[in-house]
């Protein structure tokens, strides 16, 4: 069992920084796969980026591409977000996920099995 825990959220103006982190408690947090993913109000949970266990390839959807890197520490089981040049449109929950593999990234939601609980990230105008 692996849990994952959320943190860096907040309130931010357009166009400034945030740097989401996710603490996981797993013994050989290098053998998961890993992915950030976001749901804004009344929508779906949609992947953010996507990266896999040795942090060598990465993923990011189209809405971010260019003001956002994912990354990670496995030496300190941890995983990263930064976001720069934040829109109104970037507010949602941010959650951190995770899935046991070697292979790859994932960016569907059911291809994870671990969940954090959440970090509020809110982008006013």
């Known amino acids: 069992q692996v849990q994952l825990a959320e943190s860096g959220g907040g309130l931010v103006q357009a166009g400034g920084s945030l740097r989401l982190s996710c603490a996981a408690s797993?013994?050989?947090?290098?053998?998961?796969?890993m992915a950030w993913f976001r749901q804004a109000p009344g929508k779906e949970r949609d992947v953010v980026a996507a990266i896999n266990w040795s942090g060598g390839s990465t993923y990011y959807t189209d809405s971010v591409k260019g003001r956002a890197t994912i990354a990670r520490d496995n030496a300190k089981n941890a995983l990263y977000l930064q976001m720069n040049s934040l829109k109104p449109e970037d507010t949602a929950v941010y959650y951190c996920?995770?899935?046991?593999?070697?292979?790859?990234?994932?960016?569907?939601?059911?291809?994870?099995?671990?969940w954090g609980q959440g970090t509020q990230v809110t982008v006013s105008s």
């Open positions: 797993a013994r050989t947090f290098s053998d998961y796969a």
């Open positions: 996920a995770g899935r046991r593999s070697l292979s790859g990234y994932y960016t569907s939601e059911y291809q994870y099995d671990f």
